[in-house]
């Protein structure tokens, strides 16, 4: 079978990073995608000393004109996707709420909208290709929203929206690509220990990433626009 290869945002720590390690553990090529060209190459050293399997690729989720031009960069460089995963992201807590909602909804849900449909043409040329959307259960209106729902106490407007957002891009992308061998899945890879989600989270960064794992290798034929959590589908 020939090797495939997965391109991951924010690759170059938390989530990202230890997906990275999981696809190369699985015998993938790994585009490691960011802003900073050293903290990518820096990770990917670490996973990939030889520098055989790995490649970098400045990306920021807030530039159209950079986002545009990852098909071509990708294909000047001989690269095939099989996977993409769209796993950088951003909580704004502090400052101005409506800042904060813009900031999330730019790089949350504008960045890996405008990434997946640059990148859609290219992934429909892979046999089996796969679209992670990094989503969370705090965008999840069933888990969420009205009493007694099992995270009915957060409350985080900018990230909550963000992720909502997101799901609901996954569903509309989902049906686009309806009869494509292209598969888009949001997973919430639930609270783990990374920057964003603190060291009091209960579940380690490579338990995170086995969810995007999953949902980057599921079997052809599966449906779209599903949500998946580490114990199966969420409620949206
Ligand atoms: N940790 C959790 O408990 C948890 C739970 C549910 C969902 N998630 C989701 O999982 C994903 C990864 O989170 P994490 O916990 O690994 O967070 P993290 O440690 O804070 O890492 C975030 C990553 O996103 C990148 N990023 C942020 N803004 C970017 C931009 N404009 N362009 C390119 N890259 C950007 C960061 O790059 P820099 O290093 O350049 O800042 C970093 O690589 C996020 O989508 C998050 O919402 C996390």
């Known amino acids: 079978m020939q090797q495939k290869t997965a391109l991951i945002t924010g690759a170059n720590r938390g989530l990202g990073l230890e997906a990275a390690r999981l ?14 060209l050293g903290a990518l190459e820096e ?11 790995t490649s970098t690729l400045e990306l920021n989720m807030t530039s159209p004109g950079l986002i545009r031009s990852v098909p071509g960069q990708l294909e000047a460089a001989g690269i095939q996707l099989d996977v993409l995963v769209n796993n950088a992201g951003v909580f ?8 904060g909602l813009r900031h999330a ?11 997946t449909l640059a990148l859609s043409s290219h992934l429909l040329n892979a046999p089996e290709p796969r679209v992670v ?14 009493e007694g729902a099992p995270l009915s106490e957060s409350n985080y407007l900018a990230y909550q929206t963000s992720k909502a957002a997101l799901n609901m891009a996954t569903v509309c992308l989902a049906k686009q690509f309806a009869g494509t061998r292209l598969v888009i899945t949001a997973i919430s890879p639930g609270w783990c220990r990374t920057e964003m989600g603190g060291a009091e ?19 052809a034929g599966s449906p779209g626009g599903t949500f998946i959590g580490e114990d199966g589908p969420l409620p949206w």
């Open 23 to 36: 696809f190369l553990e699985n015998g993938y090529r790994v585009v490691f995608a960011g802003r900073s």
């Open 43 to 53: 990770a990917r050293r670490q996973l990939d000393p030889e520098g055989t399997r």
């Open 92 to 99: 704004p807590r502090d400052g101005d709420p409506v800042d």
């Open 105 to 115: 909804l730019e790089t949350n849900v504008t960045g890996a909208v405008a990434l």
């Open 133 to 146: 959307m990094v989503s969370s259960g705090l965008g999840s209106f069933g888990l969420c929203a009205g």
């Open 201 to 219: 989270a209960p579940r380690s960064a490579r338990e995170g990433a086995e969810v995007i794992y999953d949902a980057a290798t599921l079997p």
